[in-house]
């Protein structure tokens, strides 16, 4: 019978056979402060990325690249929290997403180190990539943010009247969720909430750099690490969303139709998830105009990708992708990754920060570009 450490070395074997020939992983940009974990690329090749304000010394939680260096964006100023207004300036980015429409979209958690949302903050921030300006922000009702949510990744589909965001909630503690938005009425819905497909997988032991993923603390004590719903895409016709728990192998997809519409029932949005099967442990998920899905695997160092119809392929694989978080589809044909050692992190050893700079921006050629 084998052990653990020989399924996963064979495992790692598997993916290096599947992945011969897989796309060189180049080095777009090095962080030596704060780690970051989200990137878009604008249609016009305008790189952002955000740094949560997870513990590290986070002078701006938003960064536009210039140069090679993060600059905060739109302006330090705006990247300080309103200590009299939670809805104005930004308090802890989780993520950011160009719209393909002239706007980057900011998405505020509310919750530094992980803390129950500021009452009010969690919120979409909309900046005009033209004058470099807010012009919208859409907080999120209270009552789809719940004491435990943490909000993670978000994907637009403007043609549903004034647009519709898709956010999951990557809870460590309570209920995973899809939450719909509507942009124009500020309206939303918890949808999937609890559900087997937005949980943490209870049987999902992860193995990373070679040892078990647990929460270890300083004393010696050992807990799972669970997070709930986290990567999430839409394809390019907007019919399907794809999404993932960050602490499960399998990937998800619902229709988008169904999520939206208040006369469906929860049993009934239940009924038609689908299972697509295993694509290893990932951390952030992109599509790309052609309808690939791409996903992270974060066990392997790996980058995967499932073309329509297909199966699931590596598509690179390297020791700088330690830890690939957001992926991005850019203009030029190149996936965008943030690979930022989160597993290294204190509470994963023992109160010891393992990581090591600097965090990277990666891409791989892929040839498609973005919707």
């Not at 777009?28 to 604008?42: H, Q």
């Not at 701006?60 to 300080?80: I, Q, S």
């Not at 803390?115 to 009552?143: Q, S, Y």
């Amino acid at each position: 019978m084998m052990n653990a450490k020989t399924v996963f070395a064979a495992a790692v074997l598997a993916l290096a056979a599947a992945g011969a020939g897989a796309a060189n992983v180049e080095r777009v940009a090095a962080f030596t402060g704060a780690m970051p974990t989200g990137v878009t690329v604008a249609e016009s090749g305008r790189i952002f990325v955000n740094f949560p304000r997870w513990g590290d010394d986070v002078p701006y939680t938003v960064a536009e690249l210039k140069g090679g260096k993060p600059v905060a964006y739109p302006d330090a100023a705006f990247n300080r929290a309103d200590a009299n207004d939670p809805a104005k300036g930004l308090i802890s980015v989780q993520s950011v997403v160009a719209d393909g429409r002239g706007r980057l979209w900011i998405l505020d958690t509310a919750a530094p180190k992980f803390a129950p949302p500021l009452a009010g903050g969690a919120k979409l921030v909309a900046v005009d990539l033209a004058t470099n300006r807010v012009v919208r922000t859409v907080v999120f009702p209270a009552d789809v943010i719940l004491p435990s949510t943490y909000v993670n990744d978000v994907r637009f589909d403007f043609r549903q009247g004034d647009g519709i965001a898709y956010v999951t909630d990557s809870s460590l503690s309570g209920p995973g969720a899809i939450i719909v938005l509507d942009l124009g009425t500020g309206k939303a819905v918890r949808r999937l909430n609890g559900h087997a497909s937005t949980a943490a997988d209870p049987a999902f032991k992860p193995v990373v750099d070679g040892k078990p993923l647990l929460q270890r603390g300083a004393d010696g004590r050992t807990a799972p690490f669970s997070v709930a719903s986290d990567g999430i895409a839409l394809s390019p016709d907007g019919e399907t969303l794809y999404y993932c728990a960050l602490s499960s192998r399998h990937l998800y997809a619902v229709p988008t139709k169904l999520l939206r519409d208040p006369a469906v029932t929860e049993a009934q949005l239940a009924a038609a998830v689908r299972d697509l099967g295993e694509k290893g442990a990932s951390d952030g998920l992109e599509t790309d105009a052609a309808g690939t899905v791409y996903a992270g695997d974060y066990e392997h160092n790996a980058l995967r990708a499932l073309s329509p119809g297909g199966t699931w392929r590596t598509i690179a694989q390297d020791a700088a992708l330690s830890w690939p978080d957001t992926l991005s589809v850019g203009p030029d044909g190149y996936l965008y990754v943030i690979a930022n050692q989160l597993h290294r992190q204190a509470n994963f050893n023992g109160g010891k920060d393992a990581r090591r700079k600097p965090y990277r921006l990666l891409r791989v050629k892929t040839g498609t570009g973005q919707q």
